[in-house]
């Protein structure tokens, strides 16, 4: 339960810097989770995670 919200505060800190100036390269980077974490999470939790890394793959070219 920790673990989730420790995430999402993460993905909402970097909302909020995307929308005060910065581009999402400039302020995100990949979510590096351990099996623990992702076994913790929703299927949400983890699909939104998900899509932030295709997302820095596409726009910033992050490696899988």
Do not use: Y
Not at 20 to 40: H, K
Not at 41 to 47: D, G, L, N, Q
């Amino acid at each position: 339960m920790v673990i989730r919200a420790l995430i999402l505060c993460g993905l909402l800190a970097l909302a909020s810097c995307v929308s005060s100036g910065g581009t999402f390269c400039d302020v995100a980077s990949p979510l590096r989770l351990s099996p623990e974490v992702i076994a913790a999470m929703s299927e949400k939790e983890v699909a939104d995670a998900l899509a932030h890394n295709k997302r820095g793959q596409a726009l910033c070219g992050w490696r899988p």
